[in-house]
């Protein structure tokens, strides 16, 4: 598994490093050779964020977890990312018992179609470089609830919007 170490106001030691890297090695009986992890660091105050997410085969498993020391979020956050691991693959062992036990329909003789909402309105637009707060300011002149824009600073497509507890969220796309 490749690990990404990011930090913001918080050092990263070669000790926690090896600590978290030990931890996330044992989650590799999960996935094969492609996994990937990122772990951030965040400190805020006096709190210390852990941020961890594992993508594999087109799956993202993500857990991030707040405390007062770094070693004690790793404790917090494995068992989170595990379980959501977990949840994910029976899931895909009950589909597919699911699928194996399927005898026929009682009353349908084949298969109804599902039909999906057509695009209703497309949009075309250019995307311009700019800082994040320059982000904020032109999602609250749109008045809509998402900003799409090009991040000045990462060279990144970004995506603002607004939540609903009235913060901002933002989302990187990596391409």
Request: charged share 35%.
């Amino acid at each position: 598994m490749k690990i990404k170490f990011t930090e913001k106001n918080y050092k990263i030691a070669d000790r926690f490093k090896d600590v978290i890297t030990n931890k996330l090695e044992k989650l590799d009986r999960y996935f094969g050779d492609g996994a990937s992890a990122t772990v951030a660091c965040v400190k805020q105050n006096k709190i210390e964020k852990l941020e961890l997410t594992v993508v594999n085969k087109g799956l993202l498993f993500r857990s991030e977890v707040s405390s007062d020391n770094m070693y004690n979020n790793i404790d917090l956050a494995l068992p989170k990312l595990e379980k959501q691991i977990i949840r994910n693959r029976e899931k895909k062992i009950d589909a597919k018992k699911k699928a194996d036990n399927v005898i026929g329909f009682e009353f349908l003789e084949e298969m109804p179609e599902i039909e999906l909402p057509e695009i209703y309105k497309k949009k075309v637009f250019n995307i311009d470089p700019m800082p994040v707060e320059e982000a904020k300011y032109a999602l609250e002149r749109l008045d809509h609830n998402f900003y799409i824009f090009l991040n000045a600073e990462t060279g990144k497509v970004n995506v603002m919007y607004k939540r609903n507890d009235g913060k901002y969220g933002l989302i990187e796309v990596n391409y």
